[in-house]
């Protein structure tokens, strides 16, 4: 009994030994999974791991050993725990080629190696070899599998001696290494979602940059200071070495106008590069020949390596000016049309561009666009603004003062600064000479010669200037070399050194008095239609000038008469007054304002109790349009008098009898416009001479402010009227341009079917000649091989040749080939019909064929393509007579209204379509139809053309017959089809189109013409 119980108590003794260390494998298996989820770190998990399994299995190395993807099972030990007296085997590269044909299928499949002892398991000697490296006498490998891919290997390595491994150990070391691929596959979890995050994060920045670009673009700021701040934080953003911005000529070269680039690197902006037809530009081929190339498409174009990418030699060698390796570039587009080029340049090295960057280019170039256009928009207007500032202060120079020298003197200066032109001047014309003269007044720059008191004498100015300058023409000359002027005229300019000028007249009551010259004296100039139109207004102005410099001396005559008659200091006051009340007058254009200032002015200078204002009529009838009077009297504007103006033009002995009034006339020009009254209404007064020849001087300039505000009113009249004038004519030139290509058209196919008509009708009338002969021959056949005397040879060749058979043929073919004439002659009669060019008046016809032969004309339209089924014609034509109409202008507005409805359809049809292909879903049939009737209805022929398109909203409808108006996208319709087909049917026919729709029912237009045209 004692040998069995000493076995009992060993296997209890060995049990409990089994237990305690599974025991121990699961605290240590538990504490590895507990070290796995506290860190994320993997080099952390890994050495915890292999310290703790090292420890539990009292094993000499431990380590994890990872795979280099990239290369054929190469890899390095990452992490492990090795005990004293034994060699690291971490960061050694290993690569065992008995690996991949032993034992990777065996691995990638999950399965264990468990070695006792190297020497003793059969393993091939270049193994042997390289676990000997690692002092390796047995072993323990598991795989460490992610995903069904080979990541690495969890090794147990005994040095020391041969180790025969335990079924607990293995499956314990599988444990541990599935917990170290959970571990493993987290870890890479974690290092995409950081990639992410990473990536987002820089998304965002880019964005915020790009956003703060915008903005700063969309600032009032100069376009300088875009220019600089947005390549700064682009090159940024990109960090690249270079970002430039370059401006396009108008020869495709071009120059950098901004840049931002690294430290070391040579600027672009401001160096000096080659000369082109421009100036000195940068010049390049391949976009001078192709006007834009890609950037006019509005693409992009990257670069990763200048000298890899297949460039042109000239190209290359311009990048290498550039020091650029690598570039990026986005176009500039000012609207449609190809302004310049954003560039980021990376000139150390070459460069992979991320679509995200080339992306981020392209938004800021667009913005950029976006700036100069607006820069542009606001430059013309400030221009122009500072135009009509420059002519309002003309004008209130010309009213302050009333020297025409400190006029002129004050225009020319202006004038020229304005314009930025080299000399402004003005030239007067002696009377007493034919067209000789003299430069009175000039602004020059000091690089031009003056031309002031030059005497000039141009005979040729005479012959071919003087009567269009007399008419108010302005002449603008861009070259003088470029003109074909008179020899003798071109020497007097270039005595003047001048190159370009603009000429404007200077007209004093008709007559040409002089010219306002304005010259460019270093270059060519192509002068701006509002600069010639700015010259043309200081001309105008200057031309009043002259007009009040007249009457003012007409005034300052009368000033002498008075002050030679009356005491010399009440002569002064008097003439200061009335300069007042004529400044006062000159102050304002609007006629009522001036009618209100001049009364209450003269009514305080005479002191009376009454001024007013009194305008006749056609008939000497008349009205008072404006008084002023003093508290406690009554406007006289409310009643209108009868005024006889016999004691008006009959001499006036009676100034020295006491009258309660007294007037003089106001004349506009020679006319006699009205009265200025002066009342003095509580007793009668004696009126002074001086006095009367004030108030007579008052009216002077109320004649002239009248005149002048007349002027003005006239000036705004003839504006308008020439703006209507000039959209008609615009409008007419059009309708003119398309009239004649529908007459070339249905010249064109007349001409066609003239040509095709005179073949066929040889064709067809000989068919029935051919006919007969053939009927004959055929006849001969029949009867010769009848007869029994036919040679064998004959009958061998009729056998040969199947005579059955082609006398059986030949008249079906004889019909086919009349019917095909008989069809070439209906399409001829078809295009005869629709062009009807000999057809241009009145003439009584059948609308059944105009409509007939149109149809047949858009025939090729309706019938079925890869794009869409074919259009049914459905017509219901009433039995109508002979309707008398222009027919080549109504065969044209059948084709326009066929034409629309065609193109209704297809867009329908194209609508329908793309609609179930986005549901994914098969499209039903969808029926395009076109109706067309004719009715007589109470004296009018009615004629509907009716779709079942998609119809024409409300909007659109209102506006289908205006001139120039269209929906459809450019290049595809001149918005004139419908104007004019209204025109014809309205102007032409007394008749009326209307139109009707329902969205998505279909239009109708129905045209009324009636019959007694």
């Known amino acids: 009994m004692e040998p069995n119980s000493n076995f009992t108590e060993n296997q209890l003794l060995l049990s409990s030994a089994q237990l305690q260390e599974q025991l121990d494998q699961q605290k240590a298996l538990a504490s590895v999974i507990v070290r796995i989820r506290e860190s994320l770190d993997l080099e952390t998990i890994f050495q915890t791991t292999v310290t703790q399994v090292r420890q539990l299995l009292n094993a000499d190395r431990v380590a994890v050993f990872q795979f280099d993807h990239e290369k054929d099972w190469e890899g390095e030990f990452v992490s492990e725990d090795v005990a004293l007296g034994w060699d690291s085997a971490l960061a050694i590269k290993v690569y065992d080629h008995c690996f991949g044909e032993q034992f990777a299928s065996s691995y990638q499949q999950g399965r264990v190696q468990a070695v006792a002892d190297i020497y003793k398991a059969g393993l091939s000697d270049c193994h042997v070899a390289f676990l000997r490296k690692f002092q390796v006498q047995a072993n323990l490998v598991v795989p460490l599998s992610r995903q069904k891919e080979l990541w690495g290997l969890l090794c147990i390595h005994q040095c020391s001696e041969a180790r025969d491994w335990k079924e607990s150990e293995i499956e314990f070391i599988r444990q541990i290494a599935d917990h170290l691929v959970v571990a493993i596959q987290q870890a890479q979890h974690l290092h ?21 670009i915008v903005d700063e673009i969309r600032s009032p700021l100069d376009i300088e200071t875009i220019f600089k701040t947005t390549t700064q934080e682009i090159r940024q953003l990109l960090q690249a070495d270079r970002v430039a911005i370059f401006s396009f000529n108008a020869d495709w070269s071009g120059n950098f106008v901004a840049e931002s680039f690294a430290e070391s690197w040579t600027p672009l902006v401001g160096i000096e590069p080659a000369m082109s037809t421009t100036g000195y530009a940068y010049a390049d081929t391949y976009l001078q020949q192709t006007q834009g190339g890609r950037y006019a498409n509005n693409q992009t174009f990257t670069v990763n390596d200048i000298y890899q990418a297949g460039l042109t030699n000239c190209h290359v060698t311009l990048l290498e000016q550039f020091q650029a390796k690598a570039f990026a570039t986005a176009p500039i587009l000012q609207g449609d049309k190809l302004w310049g080029v954003i560039a980021a340049y990376q000139n150390s090295s070459p460069r992979q561009w991320q679509s995200y960057e080339v992306e981020s280019l392209s938004k800021i170039g667009t913005q950029i666009g976006v700036a100069v256009r607006h820069h542009k928009l606001l430059t013309y207007a400030q221009y122009q ?21 400190t006029i002129f003197q004050t225009t020319v200066t202006e004038a020229r600064k304005m314009l930025q032109a080299d000399r402004v001047a003005v030239f007067r014309f002696d009377p007493q000479k034919d067209w000789e003269g003299e430069f009175i007044s000039e602004d020059v720059v000091a690089e031009c010669s003056s031309v002031i008191a030059e005497k000039v004498y141009d005979y040729c100015f005479g012959e071919n200037f003087a009567h269009l300058y007399a008419q108010g023409r302005v002449n603008a000359i861009a070259d003088i070399y470029q003109e074909n002027f008179p020899g003798c005229y071109i020497q007097i300019l270039e005595k003047f050194q001048v190159r370009a000028n603009l000429i404007a007249p200077l007209l004093k009551k008709g007559e040409l008095w002089g010219l306002l010259c304005i010259h460019q004296c270093n270059a060519p100039r192509q002068w701006q239609p509002s600069e010639i139109e700015f010259a043309s207004q200081i001309a105008e102005q200057l031309g009043v000038a002259l007009k009040q410099d007249s009457y003012l001396k007409q005034v ?8 030679e008659a009356t005491e010399r200091e009440k002569a002064m006051e008097r003439q ?39 305008r006749f009529n056609s008939d000497w009838s008349g009205k008072f349009v404006a008084d002023s009077f003093k508290d406690g009297w009554k406007p006289v504007l409310q009643a209108q008098p009868m005024i006889i103006i016999e004691t008006f033009e009959d001499t006036d002995d009676d100034n020295e009898l006491p009258r309660n009034e007294t007037f003089v006339p106001i004349r506009e020009g020679e006319k006699l416009w009205g009265l200025l009254v002066a009342y003095q209404n509580s007793q009668p007064r004696y009126w002074k001479e001086e006095e009367i020849n004030l108030l007579a001087q008052v009216g002077v300039q109320l004649g002239i402010a009248i005149q002048q505000a007349e002027l003005l009113e006239q000036t705004k009249r003839q504006t308008l009227e020439l703006t209507q004038a000039l959209q008609e004519l615009k409008q007419t030139q059009t309708r003119l341009i398309q009239g004649e290509k529908m007459a070339g058209l249905g010249q064109l196919l007349a001409g066609v079917a003239h040509e095709i008509n005179n073949p066929v009708s040889f064709i067809f009338g000989n068919l029935i000649h051919l006919n007969e002969y053939t009927q004959e021959l055929l006849n001969v056949v029949k009867l010769y091989r009848q007869n029994s005397s036919v040679l064998p040879t004959v009958q061998q060749q009729i056998d040969k040749t199947d005579l059955d058979f082609l006398i059986e043929d030949l008249p079906k073919t004889l019909d086919s080939m009349k019917i095909g004439t008989e069809r070439i002659c209906e399409i001829v009669l078809s295009l005869r019909n629709f062009s009807r060019t000999d057809e241009a008046e009145l003439k009584p016809v059948d609308i059944h064929e105009g409509l007939d032969s149109t149809l047949l004309i858009l025939g090729h339209r309706l019938k079925n393509n890869n794009e869409r089924p074919a259009i049914q014609i459905v017509k219901e034509y009433a039995n109508l007579g002979l309707l008398e109409c222009y027919p080549a202008q109504l065969n044209q507005v059948f084709m326009n209204l066929l034409s629309n409805s065609i193109d209704a359809l297809e867009e329908k049809f194209k609508t329908i379509q793309q609609r179930y292909l986005n549901l994914s879903q098969r499209c039903p049939k969808i029926p395009l139809t076109i109706w067309i009737s004719t009715q007589a209805v109470n004296n009018q022929i009615v004629i509907r053309i009716t779709d079942n398109g998609l119809g024409i909203p409300e909007e659109v409808r209102s506006h289908i017959f205006d001139p120039f108006f269209t929906t459809k996208a450019p290049g595809k319709g001149t918005g004139l089809g419908l104007s004019i087909s209204h025109q014809i049917i309205v102007e032409k026919h007394h008749g009326q189109i209307k139109c009707s729709s329902k969205p998505g029912e279909g239009t109708e237009f129905l045209i009324e013409i009636p019959t007694d045209n």
């Not at 135009?387 to 025409?404: H, N, P």
């Open 192 to 212: 995409e979602v950081q990639l992410q995050a990473a990536e987002l994060a820089q998304a965002a920045q880019r964005d915020q940059v790009i956003a703060r």
């Open 576 to 614: 200061e007054l009335l300069a007042a009340t004529i400044d006062k007058i000159r102050q304002s254009l609007d006629i009522k304002t001036i009618f209100r200032t001049t009364t209450h002015a003269v009514r305080e200078l005479l002191e009376v109790e009454r001024v007013a204002i009194y």
């Open 385 to 405: 603004a500072e135009q009509q500032k420059t002519l309002t202060s003309v004008i209130s120079r010309i009213r302050e003062s009333l020297d025409l020298d």
């Open 556 to 563: 300052q005559m009368q000033v002498v008469q008075l002050a």
